[in-house]
Protein backbone atom coordinates (compact mmCIF):
# COMPACT_ATOMS: atom_id res chain seq x y z
CA UNK A 1 0.00 0.00 0.00
CA UNK A 2 1.15 3.51 -0.76
CA UNK A 3 2.75 5.80 2.13
CA UNK A 4 1.28 9.40 2.71
CA UNK A 5 3.21 12.03 4.17
CA UNK A 6 0.89 14.95 5.64
CA UNK A 7 2.05 18.56 6.59
CA UNK A 8 2.20 20.34 9.13
CA UNK A 9 0.76 17.67 11.44
CA UNK A 10 -0.41 20.41 13.55
CA UNK A 11 -0.93 24.34 13.46
CA UNK A 12 -2.66 27.23 15.42
CA UNK A 13 -3.69 29.72 12.94
CA UNK A 14 -5.82 33.06 13.53
CA UNK A 15 -8.81 33.78 12.10
CA UNK A 16 -9.57 35.17 9.24
CA UNK A 17 -6.08 33.66 7.65
CA UNK A 18 -5.87 30.47 5.43
CA UNK A 19 -3.63 27.18 5.72
CA UNK A 20 -2.35 25.20 3.25
CA UNK A 21 -2.03 21.67 3.78
CA UNK A 22 0.49 19.42 1.39
CA UNK A 23 -0.22 15.58 1.02
CA UNK A 24 2.70 13.66 -0.72
CA UNK A 25 2.26 10.00 -1.56
CA UNK A 26 4.83 8.02 -2.37
CA UNK A 27 3.62 6.28 -5.46
CA UNK A 28 1.37 7.33 -8.19
CA UNK A 29 -2.17 7.40 -8.19
CA UNK A 30 -5.19 8.75 -10.03
CA UNK A 31 -7.27 9.83 -7.09
CA UNK A 32 -6.81 11.42 -3.75
CA UNK A 33 -9.28 12.81 -0.78
CA UNK A 34 -9.49 15.11 1.33
CA UNK A 35 -11.49 14.42 4.42
CA UNK A 36 -12.29 16.55 7.99
CA UNK A 37 -12.47 15.19 11.33
CA UNK A 38 -14.32 17.55 13.76
CA UNK A 39 -13.05 16.55 17.44
CA UNK A 40 -14.57 13.24 18.64
CA UNK A 41 -16.29 12.74 15.30
CA UNK A 42 -16.31 10.61 12.00
CA UNK A 43 -14.53 11.73 8.69
CA UNK A 44 -16.93 13.41 6.21
CA UNK A 45 -15.61 13.71 2.73
CA UNK A 46 -14.82 17.71 1.55
CA UNK A 47 -14.04 17.12 -2.18
CA UNK A 48 -11.96 14.65 -4.26
CA UNK A 49 -8.74 15.61 -5.72
CA UNK A 50 -8.52 14.89 -9.98
CA UNK A 51 -5.49 15.37 -11.31
CA UNK A 52 -5.63 17.48 -15.13
CA UNK A 53 -9.13 18.95 -13.63
CA UNK A 54 -10.84 20.88 -10.85
CA UNK A 55 -11.67 19.12 -7.92
CA UNK A 56 -15.36 17.55 -7.31
CA UNK A 57 -16.51 18.95 -3.99
CA UNK A 58 -19.20 17.17 -1.70
CA UNK A 59 -22.46 19.18 -0.26
CA UNK A 60 -21.74 21.81 1.92
CA UNK A 61 -17.98 22.31 1.19
CA UNK A 62 -17.03 24.91 -1.79
CA UNK A 63 -14.32 25.61 -3.87
CA UNK A 64 -13.48 29.40 -2.40
CA UNK A 65 -13.13 28.28 1.27
CA UNK A 66 -11.38 25.00 0.55
CA UNK A 67 -9.40 25.61 -2.79
CA UNK A 68 -7.76 22.57 -3.80
CA UNK A 69 -4.83 21.63 -6.16
CA UNK A 70 -3.35 18.20 -7.57
CA UNK A 71 -0.58 19.48 -10.16
CA UNK A 72 0.87 16.02 -10.41
CA UNK A 73 0.16 12.29 -9.75
CA UNK A 74 1.97 12.18 -6.42
CA UNK A 75 0.81 15.21 -4.76
CA UNK A 76 -2.38 17.42 -3.29
CA UNK A 77 -2.84 20.24 -1.21
CA UNK A 78 -5.97 21.71 0.24
CA UNK A 79 -6.31 25.21 1.59
CA UNK A 80 -8.56 26.13 4.67
CA UNK A 81 -9.78 30.18 3.31
CA UNK A 82 -10.44 33.20 5.68
CA UNK A 83 -10.47 30.48 8.89
CA UNK A 84 -12.80 30.46 11.54
CA UNK A 85 -12.99 28.75 14.65
CA UNK A 86 -15.89 26.17 13.35
CA UNK A 87 -12.82 25.33 11.09
CA UNK A 88 -11.02 23.75 13.94
CA UNK A 89 -10.54 20.33 12.98
CA UNK A 90 -8.51 17.29 11.65
CA UNK A 91 -7.83 17.16 7.74
CA UNK A 92 -6.55 14.22 6.26
CA UNK A 93 -5.88 13.43 3.18
CA UNK A 94 -6.18 9.29 1.28
CA UNK A 95 -5.52 7.91 -2.00
CA UNK A 96 -7.52 6.16 -4.00
CA UNK A 97 -7.11 4.32 -7.02
CA UNK A 98 -7.24 0.71 -6.00
CA UNK A 99 -9.51 -1.05 -3.35
CA UNK A 100 -7.25 -4.16 -4.30
CA UNK A 101 -5.24 -2.91 -1.49
CA UNK A 102 -7.76 -0.50 0.72
CA UNK A 103 -7.12 3.55 0.85
CA UNK A 104 -4.17 4.74 2.89
CA UNK A 105 -4.58 7.79 4.85
CA UNK A 106 -2.05 9.96 6.10
CA UNK A 107 -1.44 10.92 9.67
CA UNK A 108 -3.25 13.99 9.86
CA UNK A 109 -3.34 17.82 9.89
CA UNK A 110 -4.45 19.33 13.44
CA UNK A 111 -5.82 22.61 13.24
CA UNK A 112 -6.77 24.65 15.83
CA UNK A 113 -8.05 28.43 14.81
CA UNK A 114 -8.07 31.04 17.45
CA UNK B 1 -26.40 9.54 -1.22
CA UNK B 2 -24.45 7.02 0.80
CA UNK B 3 -25.79 6.63 4.01
CA UNK B 4 -23.88 4.41 6.87
CA UNK B 5 -24.91 3.59 10.41
CA UNK B 6 -22.82 2.38 12.70
CA UNK B 7 -23.86 0.75 16.65
CA UNK B 8 -22.47 0.99 19.07
CA UNK B 9 -21.00 3.99 19.89
CA UNK B 10 -18.81 3.00 22.66
CA UNK B 11 -18.08 -0.36 23.81
CA UNK B 12 -16.36 -1.64 27.05
CA UNK B 13 -15.33 -5.60 27.27
CA UNK B 14 -12.92 -7.42 29.52
CA UNK B 15 -9.92 -8.60 27.78
CA UNK B 16 -9.87 -12.01 26.41
CA UNK B 17 -13.45 -11.43 25.42
CA UNK B 18 -15.32 -10.80 22.22
CA UNK B 19 -16.21 -7.44 20.36
CA UNK B 20 -18.87 -6.78 17.65
CA UNK B 21 -19.23 -4.13 15.77
CA UNK B 22 -22.49 -3.68 13.20
CA UNK B 23 -22.56 -1.17 10.41
CA UNK B 24 -25.55 -1.03 8.03
CA UNK B 25 -25.26 1.21 4.11
CA UNK B 26 -27.75 2.44 2.11
CA UNK B 27 -26.66 2.34 -1.41
CA UNK B 28 -27.03 -0.82 -2.97
CA UNK B 29 -24.28 -0.06 -5.10
CA UNK B 30 -21.96 -0.21 -2.39
CA UNK B 31 -19.35 -2.75 -3.35
CA UNK B 32 -16.18 -2.63 -0.85
CA UNK B 33 -16.37 -2.09 2.71
CA UNK B 34 -13.33 -1.57 4.95
CA UNK B 35 -12.83 -1.11 8.50
CA UNK B 36 -10.61 1.07 9.70
CA UNK B 37 -8.66 1.53 13.64
CA UNK B 38 -7.69 4.82 14.74
CA UNK B 39 -5.50 5.51 17.64
CA UNK B 40 -5.50 9.18 19.71
CA UNK B 41 -3.36 11.42 17.17
CA UNK B 42 -2.70 8.82 14.16
CA UNK B 43 -5.07 8.88 10.88
CA UNK B 44 -7.05 5.68 10.15
CA UNK B 45 -5.72 2.84 9.93
CA UNK B 46 -6.69 -0.33 7.56
CA UNK B 47 -7.38 -3.24 9.54
CA UNK B 48 -9.69 -5.31 7.25
CA UNK B 49 -11.85 -5.28 4.64
CA UNK B 50 -13.94 -7.39 2.15
CA UNK B 51 -15.95 -6.70 -0.92
CA UNK B 52 -19.41 -7.87 -2.18
CA UNK B 53 -19.11 -10.86 -3.79
CA UNK B 54 -17.28 -12.38 -0.52
CA UNK B 55 -19.91 -13.14 2.49
CA UNK B 56 -16.33 -13.40 5.50
CA UNK B 57 -13.16 -12.95 5.62
CA UNK B 58 -10.69 -13.45 8.62
CA UNK B 59 -7.01 -12.37 9.37
CA UNK B 60 -6.11 -13.64 12.78
CA UNK B 61 -8.51 -12.26 15.48
CA UNK B 62 -10.43 -10.00 13.41
CA UNK B 63 -13.08 -11.03 10.63
CA UNK B 64 -15.87 -9.29 8.96
CA UNK B 65 -19.18 -10.55 7.53
CA UNK B 66 -20.84 -9.07 5.05
CA UNK B 67 -24.87 -10.22 4.27
CA UNK B 68 -26.12 -8.05 0.83
CA UNK B 69 -29.59 -8.17 0.70
CA UNK B 70 -29.56 -6.68 4.58
CA UNK B 71 -27.00 -4.38 3.32
CA UNK B 72 -24.99 -5.03 6.82
CA UNK B 73 -21.49 -5.93 7.94
CA UNK B 74 -19.90 -6.40 11.28
CA UNK B 75 -16.76 -6.68 12.27
CA UNK B 76 -15.60 -9.60 14.84
CA UNK B 77 -12.51 -8.78 17.29
CA UNK B 78 -11.74 -12.49 19.34
CA UNK B 79 -9.51 -12.84 22.17
CA UNK B 80 -9.62 -8.43 22.70
CA UNK B 81 -6.23 -7.31 23.83
CA UNK B 82 -5.74 -3.65 25.31
CA UNK B 83 -3.83 -2.60 22.55
CA UNK B 84 -7.20 -3.45 20.38
CA UNK B 85 -8.61 0.38 22.87
CA UNK B 86 -9.20 2.45 19.71
CA UNK B 87 -11.71 3.87 17.76
CA UNK B 88 -12.99 1.81 15.20
CA UNK B 89 -14.52 3.00 11.35
CA UNK B 90 -16.43 1.37 9.11
CA UNK B 91 -16.94 2.85 6.09
CA UNK B 92 -18.95 1.93 2.44
CA UNK B 93 -17.70 2.86 -1.28
CA UNK B 94 -19.64 5.31 -3.36
CA UNK B 95 -18.46 5.15 -6.35
CA UNK B 96 -14.51 5.84 -5.47
CA UNK B 97 -14.66 7.57 -2.37
CA UNK B 98 -15.64 6.22 1.09
CA UNK B 99 -18.51 6.89 3.24
CA UNK B 100 -17.79 6.86 7.08
CA UNK B 101 -19.94 5.40 10.14
CA UNK B 102 -19.29 7.68 12.99
CA UNK B 103 -17.26 5.39 14.62
CA UNK B 104 -16.99 2.79 17.75
CA UNK B 105 -15.01 3.72 20.86
CA UNK B 106 -13.47 0.12 22.08
CA UNK B 107 -12.25 -0.05 25.47
CA UNK B 108 -10.39 -3.72 26.69
CA UNK B 109 -9.83 -3.68 30.24
CA UNK B 110 -6.99 -5.98 31.77
Redesign the interface.
Known sequence: ?AVIS?KPSRDICQRGTSLTIQCQVDSQVT?M?WYRQQPG?????IA?ANQGSEATYE?GFVIDKFPISRPNLTFSTLTVSNMSPEDSSIY?C?D?DS?NY???????TRLTVV | GENVEQHPSTLSVQEGDSAVIKCTYSDSASNYFPWYKQELGKGPQLIIDIRSNVGEKKDQRIAVTLNKTAKHFSLHITETQPEDSAVYFCAASRGTALIFGKGTTLSVSS
Open positions: SQMFQSLTLTSLSGPGYTFGSG
